[in-house]
Nanobody, 126 residues
């Protein structure tokens, strides 16, 4: 039972990257899934989430309008399309799963998540 994140790398400001998170051992569409990021010296920040009941999406203000989260249930994979990247987006990005979704007001709390991927580094140069 695990989450495997990939797709990070180096991008220039204004560029794009797409992250993937493949789930094995469980079904993603039964739970809420999210992308967090953590920059050096900073706390983990919840950026986006897909709720488990209605599939509603939640976006943090710093990424709203630039990042898009999606889920392919057939592939059991979560994606994060990141456009118009900024140097402030530089961080290690983690996917996470919450089996019993506590609602959109709590999606940014890391302690609410049950499983985490290993992280993938995103570096944006100016």
């Amino acid at each position: 039972v695990q989450l495997q994140a990939s797709g990070g790398g180096l991008a220039q400001a204004g560029g794009s990257l797409r992250l993937s998170c493949v789930a094995s051992g469980f079904t993603l569409d039964n739970c809420a899934v999210a992308w967090f990021r953590q920059a050096p010296g900073k706390d983990a920040e919840g950026t986006v989430c897909i709720g488990s009941t209605d599939g509603k999406t939640y976006y943090a203000d710093p990424v709203k309008g630039r990042f898009t989260v999606s889920r392919d249930n057939a592939k059991n994979t979560l994606y994060l399309q990141m456009n118009s990247l900024k140097p402030d987006d530089t961080a290690v990005y983690y996917c996470a799963e919450q089996l019993n979704f506590k609602g959109g007001s709590y999606y940014q709390q890391p302690s609410n998540y049950d499983r985490w991927g290993q992280g993938t580094q995103v570096t944006v140069s100016s």
